[in-house]
């Protein structure tokens, strides 16, 4: 499916008081929000501006109205919609919720999580380019493309390869090794922790970018562990002979350990790593997640205490590990394991001095007001309720007395019976809470789920990522329903449109072939030489690479095929490799068939592209017939004064 560059660009920002810009069927549109939008597609400086911000006008409007009719038809009040907008909101909620209350649950959930350890591998696109285009629509174009090639069957090592901005991606794939709890930041470890074994994450937006995660297996977690290093640094910008001497120096330490000299000595004589070879080259104890992926996969496969691994490279140079001691994790959930825990979550900032700060402005913002109630009286009827007692005779609270109200909702007593029967009893087993933890503990909570019910008017960047997912959501469903699944299925409108604009798909200087991908220079090397020996036996080859090397044969126009040109293209030829310099990826091809000659494309042929024209064909019909719907009205003035 063709998606129109920038179309996204309709993730609008809250309309700002300014001049309108444009109308349409009498709504504004504000010069400030456009240019908001405008922005962060195309961060100053702008060369171009006015023909930009002209052309960009016209993709804004169009969603602007794509948006609107999906309202009118009220897409966003049908279920589907309404529940899947939900549960996006409960996904995107958590990242700006801080609920005291949850620190039991935060505690319980991190040490069950501590029980097993998950690999991991990680697609990251993150709003900030080498271009410096932030946050734009066409970043999040990019992580929509991308879960799509997954949801099509795609392999996760290609699609991290092809679109993941993580510098180490081209060595790694994406592979980020085993994590732990506390091993991530919280919102990652929700999301990797919530997934099954083979299982990848739908699109997670962070403060730095987009992220889809991979839940590749899981195991029983193998704890802490202590070890010893030497560590041979590699400068950077280092050439393959400095790396040769470093690791053959690596190579005569491991053989004088073999041998039997002192592990300590060599690390204080030799070892790079300032902290631990002053201390005989030990490591403070550390889980996964703690140092490289690589170093932390060699030190937990060492079998035994006293165990020597050889040489082995990271990103910081070549290391020698020697395990010291392994500290399994506990399995039983006592209270002193769960304490240990508590002050883990709570060094790690999941519960925090913030998140009482932001009950506070809560309480501020919102109006909270404490109505004249007894509390002697009120906790006396709460005990008779409690205990299942009557209430004193005389006593002048009662289930419908108020206790206070918070942004117009007032709690009665009776909400306060309800939560105390369900959370009375302390969670270490040890009784009651007394009345007023209870008292106070209900007024927290309803404040904060006030606060999650409202949060749009508390949080500007919560409200606008919100509107930005309705919108976007709301111009998904109308195209889809429009013009892509149409335009897709409609087999007797695209061979209509075929016909009518059949000039436009001929065939130029072609041939037939078959195009290798391979995933990398060596793999095309290898392959095209094995090739080159019997060219009638490509497809037997072929087999033996598995999914390293994937093929497409067609007719194709030569300026089409990897290493192909007019003048040396004929029938047996194989062509040159030619390198991805964005994935690193290399493909070349085999010619059978050379068409010189320029001729009509079938409809077979020329398919994809009429599909993709007559998408657009569709596109425009109903863009006009929207803007008779909605009559469109640009301020030329205005558009010319924020052009500038």
Not at 165 to 186: C, E, M, Q, R, W
Not at 247 to 267: I, P, V
Not at 484 to 504: C, H, L, P
């Amino acid at each position: 499916m063709k998606l129109p560059s920038l179309l996204l660009a309709f993730l609008f920002a809250t309309s700002l008081p300014a001049q309108t810009l444009f109308t349409y069927g009498g709504k504004t549109v504000s010069s400030n929000e456009y240019l908001k939008a405008f922005n962060k597609v195309y961060p100053a400086p702008v060369t171009e501006k006015a023909k930009k911000m002209r052309e960009y006008l016209d993709l804004y409007i169009n969603s602007k109205l794509k948006i609107q009719e999906a309202m009118n038809r009220g897409y966003d009040s049908l279920p589907s919609f309404v529940e899947e907008y939900n549960a996006l909101r409960n996904q995107v909620i958590e990242n700006y919720m801080n609920d005291p209350e949850s620190l039991n649950a935060l505690v319980n959930e991190a040490f069950d999580r501590s029980l097993k350890d998950v690999k991991v591998q990680h697609i990251f696109i993150p709003y900030t380019t080498a271009a410096n285009y932030s946050d734009s629509a066409v970043v999040k174009l990019k992580i929509q493309e991308a879960y799509m090639e997954l949801q099509s069957g795609k392999n996760f090592d290609d699609v991290a390869l092809k679109f993941s901005a993580d510098p180490a991606v081209a060595a790694n794939k994406g592979h980020l090794g085993y994590i732990t709890v506390f091993s991530l930041p919280y919102q990652f470890e929700n999301i990797i922790y919530n997934l099954s074994p083979g299982k990848y994450s739908t699109p997670h937006r962070s403060n730095s970018g987009y992220h889809i995660f991979k839940n590749i297996e899981e195991r029983k977690a193998v704890g802490r562990i202590k070890v010893s290093q030497i560590l041979l640094a590699v400068p950077p910008g280092s050439d393959d002979a400095a790396k040769k001497k470093i690791a053959a120096k690596a190579d005569s330490l491991y053989n004088r350990l073999q041998k039997g000299d002192d592990f300590g000595k060599l690390a204080g004589l030799f070892s790079n790593d300032v902290v631990s070879s002053a201390s005989n080259g030990q490591v403070p104890e550390f889980g996964l997640g703690s140092y490289d992926p690589v170093f932390e996969a060699v030190a937990f496969s060492l079998p035994a205490d006293g165990a020597l691994s050889k040489p082995f490279l990271t990103a910081h140079g070549y290391h020698i590990i020697k395990r010291g001691s392994l500290i399994p994790p506990s399995a039983v959930k006592n209270k002193r394991n769960l304490d240990i825990t508590r002050m883990l979550v709570e060094k790690d900032g999941r519960i925090n001095v913030a998140k009482e700060r932001l009950y506070n402005k809560i309480i501020a913002k919102a109006g909270y007001k404490q109505f004249n109630i007894d509390q002697v009286m009120l906790q006396m009827f709460l005990d008779s309720v409690l205990a299942s007692r009557p209430p004193s005779l005389g006593n002048p609270v009662n289930k419908s007395t108020a206790l206070f109200s918070i942004g117009g909702s007032t709690k009665v007593v009776n909400d306060l019976v309800s939560y105390s029967i369900a959370n009375r009893y302390k969670t270490d087993g040890s009784g009651l809470k007394p009345f007023n933890q209870l008292n106070d503990e209900f007024k927290k909570a309803s404040v904060m789920e006030y606060y999650r019910a409202h949060l749009e008017e508390f949080n500007e960047d919560f409200n606008a990522q919100m509107k930005e997912l309705k919108d976007g959501n709301l111009f998904f469903d109308i195209m889809m329903k429009e013009i892509w699944s149409n335009a897709q299925s409609d087999t007797a409108g695209q061979r209509k449109f075929y016909e009518q604009n059949k000039n436009k798909y001929k065939w130029n200087y072609s041939a037939d072939a078959v195009i290798f991908y391979c995933g990398d220079d060596a793999t095309a090397k290898t392959f095209r030489d094995m090739l080159l020996k019997d060219k009638s036996k490509w497809k037997e080859v072929l087999e033996g690479f598995s999914d390293k090397v994937t093929s497409d044969s067609a007719r194709f126009e030569i300026s089409k095929i990897p290493g192909a040109q007019k003048a040396t293209a004929k029938p047996g030829a194989i062509t040159n490799i030619v390198k991805n310099k964005d994935d690193n990826s290399a493909s070349f091809a085999l010619i059978f068939k050379i068409y010189p000659m320029p001729g009509q494309k079938s409809f077979a042929d020329a398919r994809g592209d009429v599909v993709s024209d007559f998408q657009d064909d569709m596109d425009k019909k109903w863009i006009a017939e929207l803007k008779k719907k909605y009559p469109v009205k640009v301020n030329e003035d205005v558009l010319r004064t924020i052009s500038k």
